[in-house]
């Protein structure tokens, strides 16, 4: 028993070596942020960060800076939300309990005050009852419900103070939970968005038996670009890419999001592939169709392109495997030139020829 803290420390040893290891070889950045990460990798306790770094090094080779930041704030950072979260629940449970002991409070006074109401009854019904003793009881009455009124009038009070509390808790328990699930730099749904999506059209129970389809996109040499033009022109590509979707994605519950550094991805429910494929053809011409300008000089960078995979779930799906055969498709069509869209049809005998 007695080897437990040192077993303990060793592992953690071993897994800090690992995580320098690979910080070292696939990392653009030694930063604690890039240390967090990988260290979260190796202890294996987040599989889905785990599959996005996976994707993204077998993608680009290498994690950069962006990316890193993206990891970070999804699985690491986002405690600091949930956290903020509990605080605020326990605010909001704390105003319902003092709400409910004021309730219970009145409820005691009325029903003294019934009781009262009941005993003078019988007394004013008694007809021995004097005219001294019927002036004490008319005085008792008004005294109670002077008593009744004013607890009733503290409760409304109190009632109206917590419901313009809760309605502020409300907004601000909306609001964490929408900047949990938000790009900050396109306005999209970040990855949780994108992987609570995914499992929503996946794993549901009412999921099965319903057409569903995936929508996966990359923007072509994006890092070759981001290199010559800078990080604010990059962004400013993200930020294009981010309104074209907008714009051609009209489908009812569809999620779009940005779940890595340069990478998309569209959920569409109730969309078949030949459905699916038609919407990522429309996102990449007009993507395709728009000159970039930079802001600062007004000079033309060209266009950009992006290539797309699209892939529809089977009956035995999961969030993991539509995902890999989305992203299989966005590889071939990397492989045969970039710039279009390969579906699961199509993408298959590439796949064999690759």
């Given at each position: 028993?007695?080897?437990?803290?040192?077993?303990?420390?060793?592992?953690?040893?071993?897994?800090?070596?690992?995580?320098?290891?690979?910080?070292?070889?696939?990392?653009?950045?030694?930063?604690?942020?890039?240390?967090?990460?990988?260290?979260?990798?190796?202890?294996?306790?987040?599989?889905?960060?785990?599959?996005?770094?996976?994707?993204?090094?077998?993608?680009?080779?290498?994690?950069?800076?962006?990316?890193?930041?993206?990891?970070?704030?999804?699985?690491?950072?986002?405690?600091?939300?949930?956290?903020?979260?509990?605080?605020?629940?326990?605010?909001?449970?704390?105003?319902?309990?003092?709400?409910?002991?004021?309730?219970?409070?009145?409820?005691?006074?009325?029903?003294?005050?019934?009781?009262s109401l009941q005993a003078l009854s019988h007394d004013i019904a008694n007809t021995a009852t004097t005219r001294t003793r019927l002036r004490e009881i008319v005085t008792t009455i008004i005294a109670n419900t002077r008593d009744v009124t004013a607890n009733n009038r503290t409760l409304e009070a109190r009632m109206r103070e917590s419901r313009s509390e809760i309605e502020g808790l409300r907004e601000t328990l909306e609001a964490a939970r929408l900047e949990s699930l938000t790009d900050a730099l396109t306005g999209l749904g970040n990855r949780k968005s994108f992987e609570t999506a995914l499992h929503r059209a996946c794993d549901a129970p009412e999921a099965g038996g319903r057409p569903t389809s995936l929508i996966v996109l990359d923007i072509d040499y994006f890092k070759r670009f981001n290199d010559l033009y800078g990080h604010l022109t990059g962004d400013q590509v993200l930020r294009l890419v981010a309104i074209v979707m907008r714009e051609h994605v009209g489908q009812p519950g569809a999620t779009l999001a940005r779940f890595g550094g340069?990478?998309?991805?569209?959920?569409?429910?109730?969309?078949?592939?030949?459905?699916?494929?038609?919407?990522?053809?429309?996102?990449?011409?007009?993507?395709t169709g728009r000159e970039l300008v930079k802001r600062s000089t007004g000079e033309s960078l060209g266009k950009v392109t992006v290539s797309l995979g699209v892939a529809a779930r089977r009956e035995d799906d999961n969030a993991v495997s539509l995902l890999e055969r989305a992203d299989a498709c966005l590889f071939a069509a990397k492989r045969a030139g970039r710039n279009r869209t390969l579906d699961e049809t199509e993408a298959g005998p590439l796949r064999d020829v690759a």
């Open positions: 028993m007695s080897h437990g803290p040192d077993l303990d420390r060793d592992r953690s040893f071993v897994l800090a070596q690992r995580s320098f290891e690979l910080m070292r070889d696939y990392c653009a950045c030694a930063t604690p942020r890039a240390y967090a990460v990988w260290y979260l990798y190796v202890s294996g306790t987040q599989p889905l960060m785990n599959d996005a770094i996976k994707r993204l090094t077998a993608q680009n080779g290498t994690l950069t800076n962006t990316d890193i930041e993206s990891l970070h704030d999804t699985y690491i950072d986002g405690r600091r939300l949930a956290v903020e979260v509990d605080r605020m629940n326990s605010s909001l449970i704390a105003e319902v309990e003092g709400i409910m002991e004021m309730i219970e409070v009145s409820i005691r006074s009325t029903a003294q005050y019934g009781e340069e990478e998309f991805g569209i959920v569409l429910p109730e969309t078949d592939l030949a459905e699916a494929r038609a919407v990522a053809e429309r996102v990449r011409t007009s993507v």
